[in-house]
């Protein structure tokens, strides 16, 4: 019969791990700070700091509502005392914002539309590849861009499109002369579906690992080739995804300031790039504050649209309703 080792021998003693005295230690001060008695308000505490920052933004809202009732004071520069309607009326009978806001949707929209052509694909590959190498660097590929910041990638696409730049040097390889390439609607548009492709990959990659292989092996196996397969399985399975993609990649293009100020050259504003002006060069704030306000619900009316029609997809967290 085997004997069990004595305790008493140093050899066998156990040595209680520091990792745990620390986790002992946080769990002790847990205790002190927020006793067993407050368990029931756990849940508050812990969304109390969202609660707090979309607190903040209500505020801010309400401020912004409370500027654009006045107008601006030409002779002091500052706001008037009274309350009016007058900067709504100016923004809905000014034909120049009526171009601004529909340039701004229809950007938008195109972005959302080019954003998903390129991100199914690239997600579909990174999800499905059973190589580790190439998923790796489909990786690396996708988050490189968060290490650099919007404006400076716009900087690099001044360069690639320039008429100097890299584009146009290649295209010179072929006899072709110099295209203006920056400065107009399709560079804005451009540079928008560069900065948005890595969120839209971001939220189809969950979508589309949910969906089974067993489901194209299947389809296969009935006489499917791959793109009968991708468009009746794949498609209508990465639903959900493509519209939390498309909401997401909507919403930023329609808000965006950077790339129509920088690949626009100041002749392809959005309505940030309105609402900019505004604020900081004519120091008009109502009429910016105006703005601001028909721009939060215009994007709140496209949403709710989209959302009615199609539903909330990935961004629903699973809700039937």
């Not at 009326?89 to 949707?105: C, I, K, N, P």
């Not at 404006?151 to 290649?170: E, F, Q, W």
């Not at 949910?210 to 009968?228: F, K, V």
């Not at 392809?268 to 060069?281: C, E, K, L, S, V």
Request: aromatic share 10%.
């Amino acid at each position: 019969m085997p004997q069990i080792p004595s305790t008493d021998d140093p050899q066998t003693t156990f040595r209680y791990p520091l990792r745990w005295r620390i986790m002992d230690a946080l769990n002790y001060g847990l205790d002190r700070f927020w006793p067993a008695r407050m368990s029931p308000y756990t849940g508050w505490a812990l969304i109390m700091p969202a609660l707090l920052l979309v607190g903040i933004l209500v505020l801010g809202l309400f401020e912004m509502a409370d500027s654009s009732l006045h107008t601006l004071d030409r002779a002091i520069f500052r706001p008037s005392e009274a309350y009016t309607l007058e900067n709504y009326q100016a923004v809905m009978e000014s034909a120049t914002y009526g171009r601004v806001v529909m340039r701004s949707v229809f950007a938008a929209g195109l972005t959302v539309f080019f954003t998903l052509l390129l991100a199914l694909p690239y997600a579909y590959i990174m999800v499905r590849t059973t190589r580790s190498a190439v998923r790796k660097a489909l990786l690396v590929t996708l988050f490189l861009p968060f290490f650099i910041g919007q404006v400076v990638r716009a900087y690099g696409l001044l360069i690639i499109l320039g008429t100097n730049g890299v584009a146009n040097n290649a295209l010179g390889l072929v006899g072709i002369e110099p295209i203006r390439l920056l400065f107009n609607f399709p560079a804005v548009v451009f540079g928008l579906v560069q900065y948005m492709l890595p969120f839209a990959v971001l939220m189809l990659a969950p979508a589309l690992t949910a969906i089974p292989r067993e489901t194209e092996t299947a389809a296969s196996s009935l006489g499917a080739n791959w793109l009968q397969s991708f468009r009746h399985i794949v498609l209508p399975m990465a639903k959900p995804g493509l519209i939390g993609a498309g909401l997401v990649v909507g919403t930023l293009s329609l808000t965006d300031f950077a790339m129509p100020a920088m690949l626009g050259g100041g002749s392809q504003d959005f309505i940030a790039n309105a609402i900019y002006d505004q604020f900081f060069r004519t120091a008009d704030q109502g009429l910016g504050a105006a703005l601001a306000l028909l721009l939060v619900v215009l994007g709140s009316v496209i949403v709710g649209v989209v959302i009615a029609l199609f539903g909330a997809g990935t961004l629903g967290m699973g809700s039937k309703k």
